[in-house]
């Protein structure tokens, strides 16, 4: 018995309520959905004790209500990439749309998932006991800097969201290039898995940044805002000055204050998350380099080139998905 508190037996409970046929046991196996639900596979991957990782691409030939009584606590980051789904906990319904990105706290108890008549669903699941997360939260070696309980509160069942991110869709693209290679290593499954989590953990877990002493908790939030603006408008940005307008703060405290917040530049910030988009596009290769670079506002494909090979070792044409 791996030493993963329960969620190995959280996992086996969903494949085998799930319906595939094939073994569900501790370790890494495919197994395809049974005839009379639908078509389809799950791949279950546990790459070290304290890691479990469902990845499911599956079609339901009926609307299918799956019931799922979990006897430990567990942690959950959910990446769904095609299709949705339908959570019910504690008298509430939670949905799971395409390009979402969920982190889920719950305790034990019952649950039910649903899904919908002929439509395919795509995702990656990972689940960690309470154990690992308060360790990989711990701050200065101190395990229990994160506070299960504390996020929770009286709630059984807590779920943050987000759109997936560009940098976790490359992550998420290369974990699932790699489940399909033969002789794939732990040590890859491992890795990807922790990065994600790291993401995920940042993103919705992370404290306020440090204080700094020209910084009010109305600057952070609009230097929060410029950075969302900035994504939103990431083919055609606004200047340094027309952003300050825009969100209401001096360009000299937004260039000062945005690297406080984010440890770099505005524009930094920027030629990143154009890069990592880039990436992912090219990974689903279904546009050229002209037509990516164009999508992630590069107007010279020259340029796009040479940025991208700066932070990523080859160029954009080499890549093969």
């Known amino acids: 018995m791996m030493n993963g508190g329960g969620i190995h037996e959280n996992f086996n ?9 094939g073994s569900s046991s501790e370790t890494n196996g495919f197994v395809r959905l049974r005839p009379q639900l639908g078509n389809g596979y799950m791949l279950r991957l546990v790459p070290r004790d304290d890691m479990s990782v469902a ?21 959950e980051l959910n990446y769904c990439l095609q299709g949705s789904r339908e959570l019910q906990v504690g008298g509430s319904t939670y949905e799971y749309a395409r390009g979402d990105c969920t982190l889920q706290f719950m305790k034990p108890g019952e649950a039910r998932f649903w899904f919908k008549e002929n439509e ?3 995702m990656l699941g990972i689940g960690i006991p309470v154990s690992a997360f308060q360790r990989f939260l711990g701050k200065d070696g101190e395990a229990g800097s994160a506070d299960f309980s504390r996020i929770l509160g009286r709630s059984a069942f807590r779920l943050f969201r987000e759109a997936i991110s560009p940098a976790a869709g490359v992550i998420v693209e290369r974990l699932l ?3 399909q290679t033969p002789g794939m290593r732990n040590i890859e499954t491992e890795c990807c898995v922790l990065e994600l989590l790291s993401m995920a953990f940042r993103s919705f877990l992370a404290e306020d940044p440090p204080a700094h002493p020209n910084l009010s908790r109305s600057d952070v939030d609009k230097i929060r805002q410029a950075r969302d603006m900035m994504m939103e408008r990431m083919t055609d940005p606004p200047s340094l000055i027309g952003l ?6 001096n360009d000299y405290k937004l260039k000062v204050g945005f690297k406080a917040v ?4 505005v524009f930094g910030y920027l030629r990143d998350k154009r890069l990592e988009k880039a990436f992912l596009l090219l990974q ?3 546009m050229n380099v002209n037509e990516i670079a164009c999508a992630v506002g590069y107007a010279n494909a020259s340029y796009f080139a040479e940025a991208f090979r700066d932070k990523y070792g080859f160029n954009p044409g080499q890549f093969r998905p």
Do not use: C, K
């Open 13 to 21: 409970q969903f494949f085998d309520n799930l319906g595939v046929s």
């Open 55 to 75: 990845i499911a691409n599956v079609t339901f030939s009926r609307r299918f209500g799956m019931p799922l009584e979990t006897d430990v606590p567990m942690v």
């Open 120 to 122: 395919p669903w795509h």
């Open 177 to 179: 290039q790699a489940s």
């Open 244 to 249: 300050s307008r825009l969100i209401g703060l």
């Open 262 to 265: 984010y440890g770099t530049t």
């Open 284 to 286: 689903q290769g279904q």
